[in-house]
C-alpha cells in the first residue's frame, strides 16, 4: 500500500516550453502532497505544498508563477513548469501525506 | 529553526564491514526522524522511522537507527554493508506542524568496496 506515481519520468523539452508533471497517490487519498527539488548530487530541496482545493504554500525563493501547482482531487496534483528554461532541468520528487510521506520515483526534467 | 546534519558526504566501507552513517538534528520539540535510501536516477525508499516509541529502530534490508535524545543523533547503522547497499542516503526530520513538512539532510553516499 501507499504507493505514489510521477508521470512522465522523464521528459525532454524546448526551452520556452511548459511542462506537466503528475503525481498520483494510487491507494489511499491524500489531502496533501508536497514538491522537491533535487539537483545532482545533492539534497531535496522543498518547492511547495499542495494542499486539495485550495492553494499551494511556496516555499521562499521559489516563483509560483513559474511552477504551477494543481491539486484538483484527493489523489492527483500536477506541477507545471512553466516557459522553462536550461536551469530549470532537475529530478523532480513528489510525495503524498498518508501520516508520512509516500515518495514517487521523480520526473528528469531536461531542458534544451 | 529544524535542521539535519549528515556529517561524511561520502563513505567507503568494504564488503561485509559495519556501516555507519551519521545523523545529527537540532530541534526544541522532539523530532519524527526518518533515514531513506535512494538509488540512481529513483525516488526514496524508506528505511526506517523514528516516532517517539522505541529508541532502537530496526528498518529494511538489515539497517537500523538508535535514537539518541541527548547526543541529538539518530545514526544509521548496519552489521554488514553488502554490494547492493551502495546508494544515497537521506536523514530527514519533521515536526507536527499540521502538514508534517520534512527537511533533508545533505546526503551520504555510501560506497561498497569489494
Known amino acids: 500500500g501507499a504507493v505514489v506515481s510521477q508521470h512522465p519520468s522523464w521528459v525532454i523539452c524546448k526551452s520556452g516550453t511548459s511542462v506537466k508533471i503528475e503525481c498520483r497517490s494510487l491507494d489511499f487519498q491524500a489531502t496533501t502532497m508536497f514538491w522537491y527539488r533535487q539537483f545532482p548530487k545533492q539534497s531535496l530541496m522543498l518547492m511547495a505544498t499542495?494542499?486539495?482545493?485550495?492553494?499551494?504554500?511556496?516555499e521562499q525563493g521559489v516563483e509560483k508563477d513559474k511552477f504551477l501547482i494543481n491539486h484538483a482531487s484527493l489523489t492527483l496534483s500536477t506541477l507545471t513548469v512553466t516557459s522553462a528554461h536550461p536551469e530549470d532541468s532537475s529530478f523532480y520528487i513528489c510525495?503524498?501525506?498518508?501520516?508520512?510521506?509516500?515518495f514517487g520515483p521523480g520526473t528528469r526534467l531536461t531542458v534544451l | 529553526a529544524q535542521s539535519v546534519t549528515q556529517l561524511g558526504s561520502h563513505v567507503s566501507v568494504s564488503e561485509g564491514a559495519l556501516v555507519l552513517l551519521r545523523c545529527n538534528y537540532s530541534?526544541?520539540?522532539?523530532?519524527?526522524l526518518f533515514w531513506y535510501v535512494q538509488y540512481p536516477n529513483q525516488g526514496l525508499q524508506l528505511l526506517l522511522k523514528y516516532t517517539s516509541a522505541a529508541t532502537l529502530v530496526k528498518g529494511i534490508n538489515g539497517f537500523e537507527a538508535e535514537f539518541k535524545k541527548s547526543e541529538t543523533s539518530f545514526h544509521l547503522t548496519k552489521p554488514s554493508a553488502h554490494m547492493r547497499d551502495a546508494a544515497e542516503y537521506f536523514c530527514a526530520v519533521s515536526y507536527s506542524s499540521g502538514t508534517y513538512k520534512y527537511i533533508f539532510g545533505t546526503g551520504t553516499r555510501l560506497k561498497v568496496l569489494a
Open positions: 499542495s494542499n486539495e482545493g485550495s492553494k499551494a504554500t511556496y
Open positions: 510525495s503524498a501525506q498518508n501520516n508520512e510521506q509516500f
Open positions: 530541534s526544541s520539540v522532539p523530532p519524527y
